[in-house]
């Protein structure tokens, strides 16, 4: 680990550098034009799912967390991210939507969240893809987002966003302490830039269902995931 610039913020910098070196129609606005209340369903519709998965499958990595202190970290990290699935679903009942049971999210988000996230053989690299690429990401999304929906929901963002910090900071905890070798550093890095690919298939895929919605033009800049 360099004496001047940490493991853990070494790989921010490689995914600052990758997602700036996106194409200009990829490294757009989450939209291109203010939100509909349709589009907002559907963007907080995706958001609580997210949010819900995550703390399901956090929750079930504390059963094979052996490290002490990620343990108690990670436990933590769940009532945040049930939090968070509850603060998405109250905006999303103002909107008279009450269940997201019947909402079915797209292949590219299974793979992405579902199978992915939940993956990984040890602490270091679960949180490197979701703590650490997966956390980057919502927040950068977020505040892109919040010029563009109402007031409450700004407010929910608000309550989120603090939060998505703290769980960056439990990745840069986990990983500069206990991915010290050349090749735990290697399967943390692997981890970080798989992650980032599935995050951009992800894009795609938002911009495609919007199409198939009406709810976007197929000429539409690509917009940066939400969550």
């Not at 309550?159 to 900071?169: A, G, N, Q, Y």
Request: charge should be negative.
């Amino acid at each position: 680990m360099s004496e001047l610039v940490s493991f853990y913020d070494s790989l921010v910098d490689e995914l600052e550098t990758m997602r700036a070196a996106l194409p200009p129609d990829e490294g757009g606005s989450f939209f291109n034009r203010p939100m509909t209340e349709h589009e907002l369903v559907e963007w907080l519709s995706f958001q609580a799912y997210y949010e819900m998965r995550a703390a399901q499958f956090i929750g079930r990595w504390l059963s094979d967390t052996p490290e002490r202190d990620a343990f108690v970290l990670l436990a933590q990290q769940v009532e945040d991210e049930g939090l968070h699935y509850e603060y998405c679903m109250r905006a999303l009942e103002r909107r008279g939507v009450t269940s997201i049971d019947n909402w079915r999210p797209e292949p590219e988000w299974e793979e992405w969240i579902d199978a992915w996230y939940p993956s990984g053989d040890d602490t270091i690299e679960r949180v490197a893809s979701h703590n650490l690429a997966g956390e980057l990401g919502a927040c950068n999304a977020f505040v892109e987002i919040k010029t563009r929906v109402p007031d409450d929901v700004v407010k929910t963002l608000d309550r989120i966003i603090p939060d998505e910090h703290f769980h960056m900071r439990i990745a840069n905890t986990i990983i500069d302490k206990y991915a010290t070798n050349e090749d735990q550093q290697g399967r943390v890095r692997e981890r970080v830039t798989r992650t980032f690919d599935l995050e951009q298939a992800g894009r795609v895929a938002y911009n495609r269902r919007m199409v198939r919605l009406g709810l976007a033009d197929s000429g539409d800049p690509t917009p940066p995931m939400p969550g």
